[in-house]
């Protein structure tokens, strides 16, 4: 009557697995979510900036995010024939045991439309 639950202990033990999964992997597919809708939008938006303002804003905003490109390679940016490439690849530590280190990588492409408008500012 008073003593421990055998159901009890095995429940409470996997909730706590469950929270400790979504503690360490939540926060780095959500900043990696935020991460792709940030190029989606860059690269929606090509023609209005230039490839270098392009490239620093992407930077600027992964900071935020606090991912980093290894050894300034892995963010590329780039046109050719009217077309715009995007492509990263980072890799993101994390406290799993058997995910220590979880990489993504992901390319962009999409063809530059220039931007008419309707009115003079």
Known sequence: MGGVNYVSVVLLI???????????????????????????????NASRHDDVEIRSRLHEKAEKLGISFSSGDG???SRFN???TISYAYEK????PKMRVIKFEKEFQ???????KLFDD
Not at 93 to 96: D, G, H, I
């Open 14 to 44: 996997v909730l706590l697995a469950i929270s400790f999964v979504g503690y360490t992997l939540v926060p780095v597919y959500y900043a990696e979510s935020k991460w792709k809708r940030t190029v989606e939008k860059e690269i929606l």
């Open 93 to 96: 530590k994390t406290l799993m």
């Open 110 to 116: 999409r063809e530059i439309k220039k931007v008419q």
């Open 75 to 77: 963010l590329h940016v």
């Open 82 to 84: 009217n077309q715009m």
